[in-house]
């Protein structure tokens, strides 16, 4: 699943389509209103996590998309794409539910056929290691994926998120 966001009324091909992964859109969208939150209410930052067309009229994404320029060239995207990467990281794993942390699926590999290592019992779950990563990191932010998005909602003329 992801969020595909258009342009009301592109000035070019920049401002027709933008499109991320849901790991991707749910922590731009909320640097954007965190760092626009003069530009955007809370109400926009709700509806902009839902895929149902909320509009962002042009003065906004014009007002958007110069903030979050200003922010690339200060460094300062550059410092929390540092700063989220870092947190992630510090986040332990966590014991797999699959196999409740011990590293073998119950049941044994005849329960679940293929989908088991051919040579073991080991939990596909986690590999056999009993510990898996926290769904909260599988979001990424990336500071590239900020520019493409300043650059799309400045060409776009306004936008909706679908």
């Given at each position: 699943m992801g969020m595909d966001v258009y342009g009301e009324a592109p000035k070019d091909e920049r401002g027709k389509y933008f499109r991320n992964s849901c790991w991707s859109w749910r922590p731009l969208w909320d640097f954007v209103c965190e760092y626009c939150n003069d530009v955007l209410t809370e109400k926009d930052h709700n509806a902009g996590h839902y895929n149902d067309g909320y509009l962002i009229e042009k003065q906004r994404a014009?007002?958007?998309?110069k903030r979050l320029r200003e922010l690339c060239e200060s460094g300062r995207v550059?410092?929390?794409e540092r700063e989220y990467v870092r947190h992630m990281d510090s986040i332990p794993d966590e014991p797999c539910r699959q196999c409740n942390g011990t590293g073998i699926r119950p049941g044994g590999k005849e329960q679940f056929g293929a989908v088991w290592f051919a040579s073991c019992?080991?939990?596909?779950?986690?590999h056999g290691k009993g510990t898996v990563r926290p769904s909260e990191t599988y979001y990424h932010f990336e500071a590239e994926n900020v520019l493409e998005f300043a650059e799309f909602a400045e060409?776009?003329?306004?936008?909706?998120?679908?």
């Open positions: 014009e007002r958007i998309a550059l410092d929390f019992n080991g939990c596909n779950g986690c060409n776009s003329g306004g936008f909706k998120i679908y």
